[in-house]
């Protein structure tokens, strides 16, 4: 692709991402789809985003990358790609909440790239403390507002009314059409509108999603236990509910320590918890995230891919054996 755009966002695609790109578009003064280019990307797909981005940056000043960790086992990759966007002379940013490894930090600040980590607030808490420096401009009410919502759900607080509304409605579809949405949604935003009629329709319609999500779910559900941890394993089908959501529900209703989400379609594993480290976890399996909130790829031999298209419990098969075998060089639950 060409991207002809001044500013390129690289973003994540729940509310934190679809929020922390509308506010660096806002801050800059870039229309989403005219002056900034938004390019969604889950983690595991970053440095193939990055890459594209490398091979025909024309016109592009800037690419800004937020709520995006990079994956372990991506990592050299994703340096490829922004040393050849620094070596054209395009300004390359990070921003981003999850915990990093501090020698992936060294290694990009090294190639020039200005990376911002703060495990304090959410990626849109960061980009609204963070680039306005590099942008030269200044913070609004909107903006504090935005991050507070958008905070309270990323960060599992709930004290704001708009967080379990806002967190819900950016996963209304998926795919091609959820893309669109995501979009629509972060224009909305940057215009400075947290909420506008059109997703009383949305909340509405994902609520009665998640209640047929929940019940498909549970049919799915194999409990394990690793080193005296408790892990629930569940299959989930696209749609409702959100990941996050049906996590923390398994956590309780099973009395687990860790939930283990695993996509019929897509690629990639979710790890939940509310005591263990599952960042550890997941960084063995090549992925990254927050202690209590990670993922990783789901790596599956080529037979597996074929047969889970006609039978996706292969994958939560796949899935307890890579876990058991992480298990056996980290402890996520010790707390000794």
């Not at 996963?171 to 893309?179: E, L, N, S, V």
């Amino acid at each position: 692709m060409t991207l002809l755009a001044r500013i390129v966002i690289v973003t994540h695609t729940d509310l934190d991402g679809v929020a922390s790109a509308a506010i660096y578009a806002r801050l800059a003064g870039a229309e989403p789809g005219k002056e900034a280019t938004i390019v969604m990307s889950e983690p595991y797909k970053l440095h193939r985003s990055l890459a594209n981005i490398a091979r025909s940056p024309s016109g592009t000043s800037r690419v800004a990358i937020m709520d995006l960790g990079p994956n372990a086992d991506t990592f050299d990759s994703i340096v490829e790609a922004a040393r050849k966007l620094v070596s054209l002379g395009v300004k390359v940013e990070w921003y981003d909440h999850h915990r990093w490894n501090s020698d992936w930090v060294k290694t990009l600040e090294e190639l020039g790239v200005h990376v911002y980590i703060d495990t304090s607030t959410c990626a849109a808490g960061v980009v609204a403390k963070y680039a306005p420096q590099e942008l030269e401009a200044e913070s609004d009410e909107f903006i504090e507002s935005l991050v507070s919502a958008t905070c309270a759900a990323d960060l599992w607080k709930w004290d704001n009314p708009l967080a379990p509304k806002l967190y819900r409605v950016v996963d209304r579809y998926k795919g091609a059409r959820g893309d669109k949405w995501k979009r629509l949604m972060l224009k909305g935003f940057y215009k400075g509108a947290l909420w506008w009629p059109e997703l009383d329709e949305a909340l509405a319609e994902y609520v009665r999603r998640e209640f047929k999500g929940f019940a498909s779910a549970l049919k799915s559900i194999v409990v394990k236990e690793f080193n005296g941890c408790k892990v629930v394993f569940v299959l989930k089908k696209p749609g409702p509910p959100n990941a996050s959501i049906l996590g923390n529900a398994l956590l309780y209703r099973f009395n687990a320590d860790i939930a283990v989400i695993v996509r019929v379609k897509g690629k990639g594993v979710s790890f939940r918890s509310q005591s263990c480290n599952v960042r550890d976890l997941a960084y063995v399996l090549g992925g990254g995230g927050h202690p209590r909130a990670a993922g990783a790829p789901l790596k599956l031999p080529l037979l597996y891919k074929i047969l889970s298209l006609v039978y996706p419990k292969l994958k939560l098969y796949q899935a307890i054996k890579l876990v058991s075998k992480a298990f056996e060089s980290v402890k996520p639950c010790h707390t000794g």
